[in-house]
């Protein structure tokens, strides 16, 4: 892997990068809200599930993010949610990575955030290439998030 394991560094850099942009594009009542009901899961909930079911081949550290993680993913609002993924946050961390994993060279790609498709089959997502020209090497698709009303209506089970 070319950029290793997590740490807890790589944790605390990318929250330094998040919270801005939290404020900026969430909100910063949705983003106050998600924290407050972030703090019971964090104070009583992953403390007591880690004492009781820590038994897996994991590092602390490992269980503790994945438990966070999981967490995120069914509790968090999409609209605060997305911007985890959004470009402002992920390629100024994922520069972070390169250069504190030894890529001094920089990261030198085309990082573009596009939207593809129309209606229902719209979606979001952060586009990476090292050539422009060039189908992506990574994207990074918004797995969450309003979608719009649908343009057509479905037929009543009833009468078909």
């Not at 560094?9 to 330094?16: G, M």
């Not at 001094?104 to 596009?114: C, I, K, M, P, Y």
């Not at 209606?119 to 998030?145: A, E, S």
């Not at 979608?147 to 037929?155: A, D």
């Amino acid at each position: 892997m070319i950029l290793g394991t997590v740490s807890l560094l790589d944790c605390l850099v990318f929250v330094l990068f998040l919270t801005p942009q939290l404020v900026l594009q969430a909100g910063l009542f949705p983003t106050a809200e998600t924290v407050l009901r972030a703090l019971p899961f964090l104070l009583v909930t992953l403390p007591t599930d880690l004492a009781r079911t820590r038994t897996r081949p994991r590092s602390w550290f490992q269980d503790v993010v994945l438990r966070c993680v999981r967490w995120a993913f069914v509790n968090m609002p999409p609209r605060v949610g997305r911007v985890f993924f959004t470009r402002r946050v992920v390629v100024p961390f994922l520069r972070f990575r390169l250069l504190r994993h030894g890529h001094w060279r920089g990261f030198h790609a085309d990082v573009r955030e596009l939207m593809q498709g129309d209606g229902l089959d719209r979606f979001t997502g952060v586009w990476i290439r090292k050539d422009p020209n060039k189908d992506p090497d990574i994207v990074v698709y918004y797995i969450h998030g309003k979608h719009p009303p649908p343009t057509h209506t479905h037929r009543n089970a009833a009468s078909c």
